[in-house]
């Protein structure tokens, strides 16, 4: 990092521009200071990112957003050469900060090896995730593949960095310098650059190191940093993440075109998209003290995120996503379980063939209300089975030594999950599938069937993502981001109240009292209740008392009442009284009429009249 950028006063900043150069589309938001001292988005621009053929220079989408936000705010950003302006002239034009974040030609993506694939290999993983990667591929000695189908899986792998780990402080060696023959043998190239060595970051035992590097050095861009599971009881990730935050800097943005023209222009370092979304949802955890649950699902991955008691996570699923990566939710989750969210009958093969031609034309959006539906039901699926892969790498680490009594001693879990849903304070929800939903109800009921959260949760949606910029901000500046976060970027849509346990349908589940009023929700029902915004725009808060029937539990123990002030949103205040787990009913005319008064219940319209077959928007 230049001089320049270390001596940032985040006092003096009055002005912010900030970009994300993503795979298809390059954001830029401004950013100013308000008399009153808050910090306010003015405007934002987009236009196609210019990483590949025929521009292949990153910088001509940046300048294109940017000067679409210069026409909306009246100012001048750039300077006659077409790069930002900073810092902020004496005449109103230019800025304070230029930052930018980046997953423009695919992100970072990462192979991890490591010697023990649920000890070293799977805390390499978080480390990768944690850096803002795609992990690729995760091999490990125990993953049930034969040598040679290790060197032949890394040979078509094409990462952009290569991150090792196993054994701890004094453990094996033998196995990590096999690992490194492998790796030798298998000679991987990296993505971008094809005349530069494969970077690889070894974070392992420390005494292996200088034999590993007599194999590798010469082959690879080799570096070493301490290990990230010195102990069995310990992990140590900070260190990874950083080199490879490094490497991200120094190796994969300056081959990609332009970056390195872009990283001249910017105030700090930039940053990769999905850590960006990171550093915000932790910058707002702590500072706000709650436990948060973000999701980003997209085209081909989805994304998810946790600070659970200060431990935060992030996750990737590559494999899931809303358009090139539809058929594999429907390959996961199989035709059943996403044709149970349609409140409408519909044969399986035509939502087959609905979702196969979404598949090849990606850029299509829903042309009529059921092909909404069927996109909604994918979301469900996906964001479902994104957050079942979370939960399986937010937890403890495996083999540690645990006490116990003689009633656990034939238990076989070793770790316990970080997510606990009912000391879950907030749902963040971002992505064009929740973001843009028509309703915003729609983007409540779909996080409340995919998390089915626990208690009392506050559910939100990010407006128009901004969350990366607001990420890179945050290292910089987080007064600056937190109040655009809080009234610019987050729609609040309202609180949930979800009690667990099940009983049978119509009986009582639980009562809601609040000053003057008082109702009694069935279980197997929704209820909505207005507690909507106040004339600021900030959610109306109330006290309520919440007594659920003797079969459930809202955190104080089953039939123990609760008094809480919750907040409102957009949507109101949603009692959830289907139960936890929540389970749809087998009998598909049962499941049908569920389903529609769910929907009636938030004031979601349901197609005029029913369909056998799902229309495909082929323009």
Not at 374 to 386: G, I, N, S, T
Request: glycine share 8%; aromatic share 6%; net charge negative.
């Amino acid at each position: 990092m230049s001089t320049a950028k270390m001596l940032i006063d985040p006092n003096r900043v009055r002005s912010i521009l900030a970009t994300d150069c993503g795979s298809t589309t390059t954001k830029a938001i401004l950013i100013e200071k308000q008399p009153d001292g808050a910090y306010r988005l003015i405007c934002r621009g987009e236009a196609p990112t210019t990483v590949e053929a025929p521009f292949d220079d990153v910088t001509i989408g940046v300048t294109n957003a940017i000067r679409e936000v210069e026409e909306l705010c009246g100012r001048r950003l750039l300077d006659d050469g077409g790069e930002p302006l900073t810092p902020q002239q004496e005449d109103g034009s230019g800025v304070d900060l230029y930052l930018s974040t980046s997953s423009a030609g695919g992100g970072l993506q990462m192979t991890v090896i490591g010697v023990v694939k649920r000890m070293s290999a799977e805390s390499a993983q978080r480390a990768a995730l944690g850096a803002g990667a795609i992990v690729i591929d995760v091999l490990a000695t125990d993953d049930g593949r034969k040598d040679f189908e290790r060197v032949e899986r890394l040979r078509q792998l094409r990462p952009d960095i290569l991150l090792m780990a196993g054994g701890t402080d004094g453990g094996t060696v033998i196995h990590l310098v096999e690992m490194a023959e492998m790796l030798l043998a298998a000679d991987p190239r990296p993505r971008l650059g094809h005349n530069t060595k494969l970077p690889v970051i070894y974070a392992g035992n420390p005494d292996a190191y200088p034999q590993v590097a007599e194999i590798l050095n010469g082959h690879f861009d080799l570096r070493q940093v301490p290990n990230l599971r010195p102990s069995l009881e310990r992990e140590n990730l900070g260190p990874a993440r950083e080199a490879i935050h490094e490497v991200f800097l120094q190796h994969v943005m300056q081959q990609a075109p332009g970056y390195s023209k872009l990283l001249n222009w910017t105030s700090a370092d930039i940053m990769s998209t999905p850590n960006a979304v990171g550093k915000i949802m932790q910058t707002i955890a702590e500072q706000q003290g709650i436990n948060l649950l973000g999701v980003d699902i997209g085209g081909a991955t989805t994304d998810v995120f946790s600070v659970f008691d200060g431990h935060f996570t992030r996750t990737v699923s590559a494999n899931l996503g809303m358009s090139y990566s539809i058929c594999n939710v429907l390959a996961e989750a199989k035709i059943a379980r996403i044709c149970r969210w349609l409140p409408f009958p519909v044969e399986p093969s035509e939502v087959r063939n609905q979702l196969r031609n979404k598949m090849i034309r990606p850029t299509t959006i829903p042309q009529l209300l059921t092909d909404l539906l069927l996109e909604q039901a994918v979301c469900r699926e996906a964001l479902a089975l994104a957050f079942e892969h979370h939960k399986s790498l937010a937890r403890d680490l495996f083999g540690v030594a645990q006490a116990k009594n003689v009633g656990q001693i034939f238990e076989q879990k070793t770790s316990k999950s970080f997510i606990n849903s009912l000391d879950l304070d907030m749902i963040v929800g971002s992505g064009g599938v929740l973001s843009h939903a028509p309703l915003r109800a729609q983007a409540a009921l779909m996080m409340l069937d995919a998390f089915q959260p626990e208690g009392f949760t506050l559910l939100t949606v990010d407006s128009i993502f901004m969350m990366p910029q607001l990420g890179v901000l945050s290292t910089l500046h987080p007064e600056a981001a937190t109040h655009v976060f809080q009234r610019d970027c987050l729609v609040y849509l309202g609180t949930c109240i979800a009690p667990i346990g099940v009983s049978r349908e119509g009986e009582p589940c639980v009562t809601v009292e609040g000053e003057g009023w008082k109702d009694t929700v069935p279980f197997g029902a929704l209820r909505l209740y207005s507690l909507g915004l106040n004339a600021a725009g900030e959610p109306m808060e109330q006290e309520i008392t919440v007594t659920p029937s003797r079969a459930f539990d809202l955190g104080a123990g089953r039939g123990r009442a609760v008094r809480r002030v919750v907040k409102g949103g957009v949507v109101g205040l949603i009692v959830d009284a289907r139960g936890r787990p929540l389970q749809l009913p087998a009998d598909p005319e049962a499941r049908l009429h569920c389903l529609q008064q769910w929907y009636r219940a938030l004031n979601i319209p349901l197609p005029q009249q029913n369909r056998t077959v799902v229309e495909t928007n082929v323009s």
